[in-house]
């Protein structure tokens, strides 16, 4: 290929429009655009996608599809790791980004081009989980960054398309709004101070939906494959049928803050049903299902996965480690787990599992037992707490 071509990462939003203008027409860049599919688009949207492109005039456009790929390899372990960002966000597009920039990676390469662009800012994490990834697959690429570099406002990128000749209706630019398998993200002026909720009308679905609907979740060895009636041949149709069924309540939304990898504090909001209901739905059935060990390895071993991921270092071989161990902790995470939708909110009514340690069989708790004697917990607690007994009565601190 000729030296000024490039592959740009493209989704048809405002920061990518201006990269193809810019990049084609004040740098002399050949563009081959190409987006990346990690379930976020339906057929209309990406076909819209490309006619963007098209009009925009780049060389040749690509579309990708990374659906499948991208649950098995990111979001599978993000279930089975119960992963929540400060307790609260599914890494809806922390977790998508290292997938999308791998396929990237991969589609240059095999183009022969010897410079990447994106579309990223200087103020967040998506330009370093690019550009890790980039340099790692193609250490000699050049990777071009129009609106870091150009260190744009939303309004300045507006006002260059326009005088290029681009007068699409950029009424709905105000916010940043990137949708995925994993949930959708989204930024506006509210997210930029540490005080501020997004409006009602800046969330992708709008609550709709406002009697209360009973909910089943069919999971096995920890994936989602039902939901009430219905089984799934892939868990991602399954989470994807789940966005659509709960999202109408308003279920999955909030305002994550977090640190970003450049060390600055940042604020997003995100809209993520599915991956809120899979996850807490997910939890519900191990707290059941696993040994207090297993839940508390798991803990520690996913806090670090989770953040790992979020800081863009995916290709880390510890990553692997880590994904082995929890994959062998799902063997029995089999079961049924029953919710209630309402508005803004779900409550877990519980959950039924043939691998169920809470079985009657051994005993309720807070009533009886049927495995022990009281003679036999005497015995227990005696020798169980007998080192502190030691302690405190030879040092007489008591």
């Not at 597009?93 to 999308?100: L, T």
Request: aromatic share 10%; glycine share 10%.
């Amino acid at each position: 290929m000729e030296n000024k071509s490039v592959v740009l990462a493209f989704s048809g939003g405002l920061d990518t429009s201006f990269c193809v203008k810019y990049l084609a027409e004040e740098k002399g860049y050949t563009v081959h655009a190409v987006l990346v599919n990690t379930g976020g688009f339906d057929a209309e949207e990406i076909k819209s996608i490309e006619e963007k492109a098209k009009a925009l005039g780049v060389a040749s456009y690509k579309t990708l599809d990374e659906t499948a790929d991208y649950y098995s390899k990111v979001v599978k372990y993000l279930v089975f790791g119960n992963v929540l960002k400060n307790g609260a966000y599914p890494l809806s597009v922390s977790a998508e980004r290292v997938s999308q920039a791998v396929a990237i990676a991969k589609y240059a390469k095999a183009l022969g081009v010897n410079a990447i662009a994106h579309g990223s800012t200087g103020a967040g994490n998506d330009q370093v989980r690019f550009d890790m990834i980039f340099q790692t697959f193609m250490p000699n690429v050049e990777i071009i960054t129009p609106i870091r570099d150009l260190k744009l406002s939303r309004q300045e990128e507006i006002d260059f398309l326009k005088d290029k000749g681009i007068e699409w209706d950029f009424s709905k630019a105000e916010y940043s709004i990137n949708k995925g398998l994993w949930g959708t993200s989204v930024g506006g002026k509210e997210t930029l101070t540490s005080n501020g909720q997004l409006p009602e009308a800046a969330w992708p679905t709008q609550v709709t939906k406002t009697n209360a609907e009973e909910l089943t979740l069919h999971f096995e060895q920890g994936e989602l494959k039902g939901i009430n009636d219905q089984v799934f041949e892939q868990p991602y149709e399954a989470i994807q049928a789940l966005e659509k069924l709960a999202a109408p309540f308003g279920i999955g939304r909030d305002i994550h803050v977090g640190d970003t990898i450049i060390g600055i504090k940042g604020r997003v909001g995100f809209e993520a049903a599915a991956a809120i209901l899979t996850i807490k739905g997910h939890q519900a059935l191990e707290k059941h299902v696993l040994s207090k060990w297993q839940i508390y390895w798991k803990d520690q071993v996913s806090s670090f996965y989770g953040n790992w991921l979020h800081e863009g270092q995916y290709l880390d071989p510890v990553m692997r480690d880590m994904e082995a161990m929890l994959d062998s902790t799902q063997q029995y995470v089999t079961g049924k787990v029953f919710i209630t939708l309402l508005p803004y909110r779900f409550q877990i009514n519980g959950i039924e599992s043939e691998h169920d340690l809470m079985s009657a069989k051994f005993g309720h708790y807070g009533e009886m037992n049927n495995t022990w004697t009281g003679e036999d917990v005497r015995g227990f607690a005696k020798i169980f707490g007998n080192q502190n007994a030691i302690y405190h009565q030879l040092n007489d601190t008591l």
